[in-house]
Each structure stands twice: as structure tokens, then as C-alpha cells.
């Protein structure tokens, strides 16, 4: 299949597209990746240029077509037990904390901002249930602006690619194999509850707040200082006070908020709302 070709300025319009609906900054250097991934929608389309296909997304009404949009250029890389480090220190140190604000009455809520195909939510409801917090007592949401892979987060039915962190124990009590295939238990399963939530809308942003913890990890990395400041003042507003950030371990908040107050244990650097 041969790609379109796309012209600088259409590119540039292509790109501003996506950065204001989504955040998402692509590079100079990344054209290329527009051009091959997007050809595939414009050749099935029958579209005869890219200028054609960015006047059908400005002007559909169906959101189906930004739906693929966003799908093709975001990057969905994921597994279970996911930066471990991260998941034993909120395990060991911080979750003790956060029930303890609860004082047994109300429930925990976590929330897994850009949880692409749900491993990383399922990975922190496993956790809770290992650490006997009783399913009645905690809360879980997960968010995606992909609709994508909140389809196969709902499905949950994973590869081995996904599950090969996974530790023996969780994987006996937790997942049926069959085949190359492994479904998660219904238990942890239904334990999550997904949305469609893009994090640089702050309307959208509103539907989720008064959490203890929000894991937003490996999605700041694809936005510039202006979309990341807009993404944690909002992340700000959802959590409670004292309440947690988890972002990814190659990730920063460094010109980005000194709203949130930076804490390390054992080398993990976490966000605190004080
Ligand atoms: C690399 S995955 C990270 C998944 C998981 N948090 C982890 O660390 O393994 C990044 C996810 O961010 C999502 N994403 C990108 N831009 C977004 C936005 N503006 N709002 C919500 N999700 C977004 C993508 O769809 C993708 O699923």
C-alpha cells in the first residue's frame, strides 16, 4: 500500500487538529507517521487527497471519524504491573494513608487517567483485593480519550505480551488461559468502571472528581508544557485533599505545578495535594 502524499502546510493543519482536541504534540519529525497512518482511513475512505479527509473531520458531525483520528495517532503500549516499583510503594506506604483519611466510612476512590486497554486499572484493583480492602469499600474509574481500547478494556481478554509481568500468584487466582489467550476474572473485572474522558477538555474533566489517588502515567509525555499545565491543574480539581498523583517514572512536572507537593519514598517520586 503506497501512502499519500501530504503537504507541509496540510500537515500542519492536521497537527494543530489534533493538538487542540486532544493535547497530542507531533513533532516536525514525526510527518511521516501521519502520513502512513492516516493514508490506511483516506485509501479505505476513497478520499482522493489529505485535504479532502481534514475538511471531512472539521465538518462531520459524526464523531466516529475523530474517533479513528485520535485511535491512529495515539500510542496504546501497555501491560499489567506496569513500573512495579510505583505500584509496591502505593501499596506498602500510601494506600494505609488514603484508607486511614477515609476513617472506614467512606469509599477510596482511584482513578486511572489514559488507562489505554485497562491493564493498568485491573492491575490496581488486583492489588486492593490482595490487600484485603473489601470490594464494597473502594472505587475504581478508568479513562481513555480512545474509544478503541475502552473496547478491549471492557472485554478483558489479554495476550501474553500484557500479562508476562504479572506475578504467578495473581495470574492462578485472577485469569482463565485458554489458548494464548487470558481472561480476567469477573471479580476484578467488574470492579472497574471505564469512560470516554479526554484530559484536555475541561468540561469533560469535571465528570471525575473527589479522588484519593489518580494514576496518569506515560500520556504527559505526549503533550508540551501548555497541555501538560492544563492536564494537571484539571487533575488537581479531581483529587481530594491529601489526596495522590502517580505520573509516569520517566515523566515530570518540572515548570509544569508547584500546586502539587512532590514526595520520594524508596526512589519513587509521587504528587501530594496539600
Ligand atoms: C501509552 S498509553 C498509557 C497507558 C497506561 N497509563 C500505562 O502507563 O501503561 C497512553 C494512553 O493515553 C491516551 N491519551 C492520549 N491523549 C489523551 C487525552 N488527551 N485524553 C485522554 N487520554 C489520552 C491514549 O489513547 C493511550 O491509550
Not at 501512502?3 to 516536525?28: H, Q, W
Not at 492516516?38 to 489529505?50: N, V, Y
Not at 485511535?71 to 510505583?86: G, I, K, M, S, W
Request: with cysteine.
Amino acid at each position: 500500500m503506497l501512502n499519500m502524499p501530504l503537504g507541509e502546510a496540510t500537515f500542519k493543519d492536521i497537527r494543530d487538529y489534533i493538538y487542540v482536541n486532544s493535547g497530542i504534540y507531533i513533532a516536525d519529525s514525526k510527518k511521516y507517521l501521519i502520513e502512513s497512518r492516516l493514508s490506511r482511513i483516506l485509501q479505505e475512505k476513497k478520499l482522493q487527497s489529505f485535504e479532502e479527509y481534514l475538511r471531512m473531520i472539521k465538518f462531520s458531525s459524526n464523531g466516529d471519524e475523530h474517533v479513528r483520528l485520535f485511535d491512529a495517532v495515539t500510542t496504546n503500549e501497555t501491560y499489567f504491573f506496569r513500573e512495579p516499583q510505583q505500584l509496591t510503594v502505593f501499596a506498602e506506604e500510601i494506600l494505609s494513608t488514603v484508607l486511614e483519611q477515609k476513617k472506614g466510612v467512606k469509599k477510596l476512590r482511584i482513578w486511572s487517567a489514559a488507562c489505554s486497554s485497562g491493564e493498568e486499572p485491573y492491575t490496581l484493583s488486583m492489588i486492593l483485593l490482595e490487600k484485603r480492602v473489601l470490594p464494597a469499600k473502594f472505587e475504581i474509574y478508568a479513562s481513555d480519550l480512545s474509544e478503541g481500547v475502552l473496547t478491549s478494556a471492557k472485554r478483558a481478554v489479554y495476550n501474553s505480551y500484557s500479562v508476562r509481568n504479572i506475578p504467578e500468584p495473581y495470574m492462578k487466582k485472577y485469569f482463565t488461559n485458554s489458548s494464548q489467550s487470558f481472561a480476567l476474572h469477573d471479580s476484578v473485572k467488574n470492579s472497574v468502571n471505564f469512560m470516554k474522558v479526554n484530559l484536555i477538555d475541561n468540561k469533560n474533566m469535571t465528570s471525575l472528581r473527589n479522588m484519593d489517588v489518580i494514576f496518569c502515567r506515560n500520556v504527559l509525555i505526549y503533550f508540551d508544557t501548555k497541555a501538560k499545565q492544563k492536564v494537571i491543574s484539571n487533575l488537581y480539581d479531581s483529587l481530594n485533599p491529601g489526596g495522590y498523583l502517580f505520573i509516569g517514572q520517566s515523566e515530570s512536572l518540572h515548570n509544569v505545578t508547584r500546586a502539587l507537593r512532590p514526595s520520594v519514598i524508596n526512589k519513587v517520586i509521587m504528587y501530594q495535594k496539600v
